[in-house]
């Protein structure tokens, strides 16, 4: 054997502790972190889900309560929120009601379904209208289903970017409305009515129609 095979068959051997003890710190290490990671989750799915976004919305700076129907009020940037949770799934329901009216008068309000349906399209926030009791007045609100879960990374800056999306739905519903409520909205305007294209290309031939039932 030469001396430089024997050199290294000498460091080899100097080195296999070392090796081993390298080894035995790399997996002592991943079982006690998959341990540990395993232990949050356990702890984190215990929480149930109105705790776990009274939690979230508590460290945005939000101070939620419950009301009496169980949902969760809180206020975000000035608006009204709600949020309804379901004990059996992860699943919430956000709304912002009433955050915008439009008068039964306005000249624009012709255009309103036109306008709630383009953004809805472009939009992961859902707007609907409805009349107040009086039928004076049509009441905006917007909604989100969404999940919510405890593994699902950092639950604050999903919680902000949902609500924030709510205001960018206002914005996009306003826009459309003041360009239509401050210009002259004469017969020509009237032909050229907003044009919804997002559904265009998938009309079928054999769409059902949905007529009211009648009594016999």
Request: net charge negative; hydrophobic share 40%.
């Amino acid at each position: 054997m030469s001396d430089i095979t024997m050199l290294i068959a000498v460091i080899a051997l100097a080195m296999w502790p070392i090796a081993l003890f390298i080894l035995h710190f790399l997996n002592e290490r991943k079982r006690k972190l998959e341990h540990i990671e395993r232990m949050t989750k356990n702890e984190l799915d215990d929480i149930s889900t109105q705790d776990l976004v009274l939690s979230v919305l508590k460290k945005i700076g939000c101070q939620p309560e419950i009301n009496s129907e169980e949902h969760i009020c809180f206020k975000y940037q000035g608006e009204d929120f709600y949020i309804a949770t379901e004990p059996e799934n992860r699943f919430i329901m956000i709304w912002n009601p009433w955050w915008g009216s439009i008068s039964t008068d306005n000249e624009a309000l012709p255009f309103l379904k036109e306008i709630i349906n383009l953004t809805n399209i472009n939009s992961l926030i859902t707007t609907v209208y409805m009349a107040d009791e009086d039928e004076k007045t049509i009441g905006l609100h917007s909604r989100c289903h969404t999940f919510f879960s405890p593994n699902e990374g950092e639950l604050e800056e999903h919680m902000k970017m949902l609500l924030d999306s709510f205001f960018d739905t206002h914005n996009a519903v306003k826009d459309n409305m003041n360009q239509l409520s401050s210009a002259a909205i004469n017969e020509e305007t009237q032909k050229e009515r907003v044009k919804i294209k997002g559904f265009a290309a998938y009309k079928k031939e054999n769409t059902v129609p949905i007529d009211p039932e009648t009594t016999k």
